[in-house]
């Protein structure tokens, strides 16, 4: 997937400089920034994104919405954007596309050719946005152009939930072929990370010792160089600005021992290992969410979360769900078998938690 975004409202790039500032991951290179899923460019007269995953998109679609008065009535206020969208994407089957047009403007079974129009509209009483979307669809490519309109106008309260209402996957999911498979919940980790930077000799000398038990590979299409325990747990170097930055990843923590851990320590500086999971796409009811499985609302308005050994938390607008654990490694005279112990725990208890949730999904 790959959705090219321009707006030439500049005006909008410190809202978003502050958010992707937050994102893990972020990397920052004269005019351009780059997270996991996005890149930006920017210029003193617009703003140029390159996004290739739906949640990037949910979240920076809604950030390029503002508020203003309506023109002819100074006293109510509508949602309005510059941006442009051109989406560029595997293209669900075109019989599946057609119930989704509101109007069809050419068809072509034989060889796979489809173009037409469809709407996604997005309603706070009075006010809405929305989304025209023209498509083309030839073979397994759909391209999609959208266009963003307001609907009427309101309080600037009612304006302002409008673009809170906004989830831009509503737009792909009509032809997008990675919206298929969303009918099942689909589950990250838990995983064991870190990541930061060391000098190059420090990175040298890890990868030397003679106690590190991994095959060494080098990748030439990423251009980077990993100690690899088994399939899916690793450690990658990269070289930037004369220090190597460096990722830890290990899928199964039983990969992580005691010896490990502190050769990790002592090379890498090692602070912390998080422990994460992910599972996109859950719809769990919010009686079952605090009944059932403990949750308790969050500040954030669309939050539920618990703590009970790692902390959870499930946004039930993006039917995501997040868990996570930080294991501090700063103290002294720390146990290393301990700390094992603890994140192999932690770890399994993750991986029940997720199984109990999935019970639970509509």
């Known amino acids: 997937m790959k959705i090219e975004l321009l707006t030439r409202n500049v005006s909008k790039k410190a809202d978003i400089l502050t958010f992707l500032a937050n994102q893990s991951g972020v990397q920052a290179s004269g005019t351009v920034v780059e997270v996991p899923g996005l890149r930006l460019e920017i210029s003193n007269d617009y703003l140029l994104f390159e996004i290739r995953s739906w949640d990037r998109a949910d979240q920076i679609v809604p950030l390029l919405f503002s508020i203003r008065p309506n023109v002819y009535s100074p006293t109510y206020y509508e949602p309005y954007s510059e941006q442009k969208l051109l989406i560029t994407t595997r293209a669900r089957p075109i019989t599946d596309i057609i119930p989704e047009l509101s109007a069809i403007e050419h068809l072509n079974l034989e060889n796979s050719e489809l173009a037409g129009n469809f709407e996604v509209k997005w309603r706070s009483r009075d006010v809405a946005v929305l989304a025209r979307c023209y498509l083309m669809v030839e073979g397994e490519v759909a391209v999609c152009r959208v266009k963003f309109e307001t609907i009427n106008r309101e309080t600037e309260y009612y304006a302002r939930e409008c673009i809170e209402n906004i989830v831009f996957h509503h737009v792909l999911m009509p032809f997008c072929a990675d919206f298929i ?21 420090r990175c040298s000398q890890l990868i030397n010792n003679v106690n590190i038990q991994a095959n060494l590979e ?80 969050d500040h954030e308005f669309y939050h539920f979360s618990r703590n009970n050994g790692f902390r959870v938390v499930y946004n039930i607008k993006l039917g995501l769900l997040q868990l996570e654990k930080n294991i501090d490694l700063t103290e002294l005279n720390v146990d290393r078998e301990f700390v094992v112990n603890s994140i192999i725990a932690i770890h399994g208890q993750m991986r029940e938690f997720l199984s109990k949730v999935k019970d639970c999904a509509v």
């Open 218 to 297: 080098y990748l030439p299409e990423t251009d980077e160089i990993k100690l690899v325990f088994s399939q899916n747990n690793y450690i990658s170097f990269r070289e930037q600005s004369g220090e190597s930055s460096y990722n830890v990843y290990f899928f199964e923590a039983r990969v992580l021992t005691s010896e490990l851990l502190s050769l990790l320590c002592e090379f890498l500086d090692l602070t912390t290992l998080e422990i994460k999971a992910q599972m996109q796409n859950i719809i769990i009811d919010p009686n079952q969410l605090v009944k059932e499985l403990g949750f308790q609302k």
């Open 181 to 201: 498979r969303m009918e099942e919940p689909s589950v990250s980790g838990p995983y064991i990370e870190s990541s930061g930077k060391i000098s190059l000799l």
